[in-house]
């Protein structure tokens, strides 16, 4: 399974608040817009740029912009993130959106290389808070997440479904059943995030001069995102999700067995490869012993005749000293 260098980004509700939030010797507030960012000295440069990314992207696929402010917390390292979260975060998270507070809190500079562009994890999580902001409430985690993550641009998701050979044996599970996986463990946590993101990315090509413009109008509406999907696109929810579990099988479990069966070549050849060789080596060996044993018996055979022929040479002069003796 390949490793995101994204990670996992996620959003949690029904958190208690942090601990330590406010504590001024720790951090220090920097603030512009509609943000404010709580830093240690130590991530203060990376909360600016931060920021500056934020103010300049403040706009998100189909919604209005967002109004509501939001406070970005950067922990120095990982046990400070848990204790900020203040509990249900999962080992494999790397920032987390609390809508209810307006909150997200992500890992700063001490992050290790998994965690990915802190750029497009802060982006990903200020998208859980722009939904929930328009919706008035939380969407199903599928859509949630896998609105996230297409918002926030993480098209190597997809890699993790090309290698997937699970999708062409099984196939691709239902919208509920991502829920299950987006909550799992790291390898179906992986699964989950791109299933989801590549659902949100193909409803949002069913119209693409307006995107998922029209299904949040009417998702606000309607209360409904069957009553949206048909009124937007012409699909019922499931429909939808009937074309797309075909499509999506079709499209990604053929790569990955392609992949699979690359790899068994691979790993066939590296098994019997060397047999192979040394069986060739033999039969080169062979090959020129019989050639050599050929040419042994030519040249014997033309020796044979040669003497043959100086035999009745011999012969025939014996005559000719008869001849003229007579």
Known sequence: MLKLLLGFCLTITGLGRAQGFAD????????????????????????????????????????????????????????TL???????FPEWGIAVAIPEEWRIVMQGRGANASAGDPRTTLRHELAHLALYETMRGAPPRWFDEGFASYSAGEWGRDDVLASSIVLALRGVPRFAALDTMIAGGTVRAEQGYALAHRAVADIAALDPRGGLTLLFRYWRETGALDSALRQAYGLTLDGFEATWRKTTRRRYGGLAVLGDLGFASLVLFLVVGPFWLIRRRRDRARLAALIAADELADQRERESALDALLGEGEHFGGNDDQIKGM
Do not use: C, Q, S, Y
């Not at 912009?65 to 970005?72: E, F, G, L, W």
């Not at 848990?82 to 249900?88: L, Q």
């Open 24 to 79: 001024p010797a720790e951090t220090e507030r920097i603030a512009a817009g509609r943000f404010t960012f709580v830093v240690t000295r130590a991530d203060a440069g990376l909360a600016k740029h931060l920021l500056a990314d934020a103010l300049a992207r403040d706009t998100f696929p189909g919604l209005p912009r967002p109004t509501r402010h939001a406070t970005v917390m950067i922990a120095p390292d990982e046990t």
């Open 82 to 88: 848990h204790r900020w979260i203040g509990g249900g």
